[in-house]
Nanobody
Framework: QVQLVESGGGLVQPGGSLRLSCAAS????????MGWYRQAPGKQRELVAV???????NYADSVKGRFTISRENAKNTVYLQMNSLKPEDAAVYYCKANIRSWYPGTLDYWGQGTQVTVSS
């Protein structure tokens, strides 16, 4: 079975920084796109950033210039460096990865979510 485990959330003051990590484990053959999404109370889950297996990235307009997504393929891990955090960045952050395994093939997997709170 494939699973994604996130870490790095917490409480930070406005203007502060956090780094999220998401590690994939299990019977993995390859990982395609990896991304971060977030969901604030009463809102729909939204894309924050995505990175392809080749390292191309895409960001939501609201985080461009403040967040950086990266990945370490040897560790099956994706990171999200979040700087200059704003109260509106507060949400549960989820990682998602498109993973090919022996069984059941290629699927999207989600992490369990990690809470990010931005407050003074």
């Amino acid at each position: 079975q494939v699973q994604l485990v996130e870490s790095g959330g917490g409480l930070v003051q406005p203007g502060g920084s956090l780094r999220l990590s998401c590690a994939a484990s299990g019977s993995i053959l390859s990982i395609n796109d990896m991304g971060w999404y977030r969901q604030a109370p009463g809102k729909q889950r939204e894309l924050v950033a995505v990175i392809t297996s080749g390292g191309s990235t895409n960001y939501a307009d609201s985080v461009k210039g403040r967040f950086t997504i990266s990945r370490e393929n040897a560790k099956n891990t994706v990171y999200l460096q979040m700087n200059s955090l704003k109260p509106e960045d507060a949400a549960v952050y989820y990682c998602k990865a498109n993973i090919r395994s022996w069984y059941p093939g290629t699927l999207d997997y989600w992490g369990q979510g990690t809470q990010v709170t931005v407050s003074s």
